[in-house]
């Protein structure tokens, strides 16, 4: 059973910048796509990023794209997210999954139901 675990959140001013790392406390998850969704208070659980196994393809929501990269190091077994140019609706939880795919289509990756592991979440809060 693969577990995954987050790190890196935490209070940052607006305009700042995070990383976050999600890396798995049993098993590889070096062979599946992965990607970061987030949950604000009151709101549905939504998309973020996804990274193919090879970390060759990505897709971003519209809301992060350009400020945000999604990336990995399968010799490290670790997925990364890079957050720059925060904004305070950038503040959520943020939760790490992965896949039991080794890549999902734009529109699957966008879906959590197409993510098998996910782990408890990292809190991100920009202040304005």
């Known amino acids: 059973q693969v577990q995954l675990v987050e790190s890196g959140g935490g209070l940052v001013q607006a305009g700042g910048s995070l990383r976050l790392s999600c890396a798995p406390s049993?098993?590889?998850?070096?062979?599946?796509?992965a990607g970061w969704f987030r949950q604000a208070p009151g709101k549905e659980r939504e998309f973020v990023a996804t990274?193919?196994?090879?970390?060759?393809?990505?897709t971003y929501a519209d809301s992060v794209k350009g400020r945000f990269t999604i990336s990995r190091d399968n010799a490290k077994n670790t997925v990364y997210l890079q957050m720059t140019g925060l904004k305070a609706e950038d503040t959520a939880v943020y939760f790490c999954?992965?896949?039991?795919?080794?890549?999902?289509?734009?529109?699957?990756?966008?879906?959590?139901?197409?993510?098998?592991?996910w782990g408890q979440g990292t809190q991100v809060t920009v202040s304005s």
């Open positions: 999954a992965v896949a039991r795919r080794f890549y999902l289509g734009t529109d699957a990756a966008r879906s959590p139901a197409h993510y098998v592991y």
């Open positions: 049993g098993g590889l998850v070096s062979s599946y796509a």
């Open positions: 990274v193919s196994a090879s970390g060759t393809s990505t």
